[in-house]
């Protein structure tokens, strides 16, 4: 009966792909075999413990030195959610930076719950720059708090966060960073880089599959959101830190093995050499990935010098669409990802997250060259 029910669940979603997507991504094997572990009492004292261990790595990882880091039951868009319902008044304005589809996210988000965002948007394929955040902070001295998407999963762009977070704390303003796709890939320096939150999802460069959202939190945060009313509950972040602080758990039940799997994979980075090693490795695979693009004679999207360590948006060849060319490349077991947004039809994306080997890479920049070929010829 066991093999029976996994034979018919493998054949309706046919796991038969290599991943080079933008996520979920391929996971780790010692992420997918500890979420085998039957479950138990997300209020016992094992879960504590791998929930205070857990917490604890990911300070760590993302060097926070004061503040708090918490785990929640959804994807990084409901900590996107949780940073203006509790950190921003109601009617209140946020300057948002947006280099692409995700960064018009927070700009919906910011509008959906009440507040008002001034929107500073560059073409894409080019990041935010400390010069015109310094320009827009400057005539738009009313703004509560400012949005960068660190890492933007549509275009490819790394924005220079260190330098934009320096620009927003000259002027005093809170710093809300999407790195749903740069958690994991890219450094992040919280308590260094004067951040105020930072957030990411589990399945994108952790590898480990979608359900958990993880965030950092300033302090100040906190202190405001005392202040604000009508923050709801499912992402009262005072009620998180409560129960974090006495509990070592989330307030509602948490994906635990989940938890477990981003355990493993922070375990994963130390076994690696630590924090600076596993990122070296997302950095070789996004330059392999990159020359090997180039060496087809195909342009990347990002701008020269802000290319993401995650993923590679590509431009297809004249004549020929993005689509197909995912298609075809999904025809050779290879699953990348589709554009997206505006330039959907004209691009397609490579995804260097997650579980992948250099041989992967190989094969499918082989793949990728034949299927240009016959493409174009």
Known sequence: MYDEIIREIENMVKPKYKLFTAGPVACFPEVLEVMKIQMFSHRSKEYQLIHKD??????????????????????????MEASIRNCVSPGGKVLVTIV???????????????????????????????????????????????????????????????????????????VFVDAVSAMGGADIKFSDWNID???????????????????????????????????????????????????????????????????????????????????????????RIREGVKSL??????????????????FAPERISGPLIYEKMRERGFELAKGYGDLKEKTFRIGHMGYITEKDIDEMLENLKEVIYELTK
């Open 100 to 174: 692409g589809a995700f960064g018009k996210r927070y700009a919906e988000v910011v509008e959906k719950n009440g507040r008002i965002p001034i929107r500073v948007e560059v073409p894409l394929g080019k990041p935010t720059t400390p010069e015109l955040l310094e320009e827009k902070l400057n005539e738009h001295k009313e703004v509560e708090a400012v949005t960068i998407t660190y890492n933007e999963t549509s275009t490819g762009v790394l924005n220079p966060l260190k330098e934009l977070a320096k620009v927003a704390k000259e002027h005093n303003k809170l």
């Open 54 to 79: 857990t917490i604890n790595r990911l300070k760590r990882f993302l060097e926070v030195k004061e503040g708090e880091v918490l785990l929640f039951p959804s994807s990084g868009t409901g900590i």
């Open 297 to 314: 004679g195909l342009k990347l999207l990002a701008e020269p010098g802000y290319e993401s360590p995650t993923i590679t948006p590509v």
């Open 197 to 287: 939150i930072v957030f990411a999802s589990s399945q994108k460069a952790f590898g480990v599959p979608p359900g958990l959202a993880v965030g950092a939190f300033s302090p100040e945060v906190f202190e405001i959101a005392r202040k604000i009313p009508n923050k709801g509950w499912y992402f009262d972040l005072l009620l998180y830190k409560k129960y974090n602080d006495e509990k070592h758990s989330t307030p509602s039940t948490p994906p635990m093995p989940q938890i477990f799997g981003l355990n493993a994979a922070l375990r994963l980075v130390e076994k690696m050499g630590g924090k600076q090693k596993w990122l070296e490795m997302y950095e070789r695979r996004a330059r």
